[in-house]
């Protein structure tokens, strides 16, 4: 499962960060995200090739991956907060995602592999995603009524 979940999580960014540019494709240049997404696509493939070798190898992968991401999305979250306001699940999750990625890089090979601090990390980017789609849509429906 946690294997799963190294595949999935940054296939499911690339998801995100397309709805990401739809809805704020007029608040501003959107290369950050789609430097973020071709990111995710790259490292998507990376685990799916490291984890036939190792989980640790996996892990580092993947955390290399979050701290760079987490990076962008914390960026991008203070550069929006004047201009669009309501970036703090943005900023919370990017900073989050800059320490988790370092915490699994330096557990990598330790004997429990840091597999639990991953579903901890799946569980609470759900819950940013959550506010982000909320945020979005909300963006987006603004977007249509003008």
Not at 73 to 91: A, D, E, H, S, Y
Not at 96 to 114: D, E, K, T
């Amino acid at each position: 499962m946690a294997t799963v979940l190294l595949i999935i999580y940054p296939a499911w960014d690339v998801i995100g960060t397309y709805f990401d540019i739809k809805a704020n494709k007029n608040n501003g240049p959107v290369t950050t995200q789609y430097v973020n997404a071709v990111i995710s696509i790259i490292t998507t493939v990376a685990v799916a090739i490291a984890v036939s070798n190792s989980v640790a190898d996996a892990l580092v992968v993947f955390g290399a991956w979050a701290i760079l991401t987490g990076a962008i999305q914390l960026v991008l979250g203070l550069r929006r907060r004047k201009l669009l306001g309501g970036q703090w699940p943005m900023i919370i999750s990017g900073g989050q995602s800059v320490i988790a990625g370092v915490s699994f890089i330096a557990m990598a090979h330790s004997p429990n592999m840091g597999i639990i601090n991953l579903a901890g990390y799946a569980g609470f980017g759900a819950f940013y995603y959550l506010l982000a789609v909320i945020s979005l849509s909300k963006s987006l429906r603004k977007s249509a009524v003008n």
